[in-house]
């Protein structure tokens, strides 16, 4: 059974930076991509970034040049750097991983940007 976890988020202010990880366990060959997406209260999930195993990026205009994705395909793991955090910014981050066509969800965590 393939899981992700996430880790990192938290409390912070506004202009401050958090750190978000994601390790996936269980049995994967290939991850084609990796990424991370977010849901505020009342909203849609969204994109936020994603990283394919080729190294290509992808951004949400609104986290473009704040926010970077960065992957390690051969630990089957995804980080997402967040700089210059704002109080739009605050949502559940999900990460998600596709392999070949399947794709799997982690549970979320918290990323709070209040003063």
């Known amino acids: 059974q393939v899981q992700l976890v996430e880790s990192g988020g938290g409390l912070v202010q506004p202009g401050g930076s958090l750190r978000l990880s994601c390790a996936t366990s269980?049995?994967?060959?290939?991850?084609?991509?990796m990424a991370w997406y977010r849901q505020a209260p009342g909203k849609e999930r969204e994109l936020v970034a994603i990283?394919?195993?080729?190294?290509?990026?992808n951004y949400a205009d609104a986290v473009k040049g704040r926010f970077t994705i960065s992957g390690n395909f051969a630990r089957n793991s995804v980080y997402l750097q967040m700089n210059s955090l704002r109080p739009e910014d605050t949502a559940v981050y999900y990460c998600?991983?596709?392999?070949?066509?399947?794709?799997?969800w982690g549970q979320g965590t918290q990323v709070t940007v209040s003063s």
């Open positions: 998600k991983a596709t392999v070949f066509g399947n794709v799997f």
């Open positions: 269980g049995s994967i060959f290939a991850i084609n991509d």
């Open positions: 990283v394919s195993r080729s190294g290509s990026t």
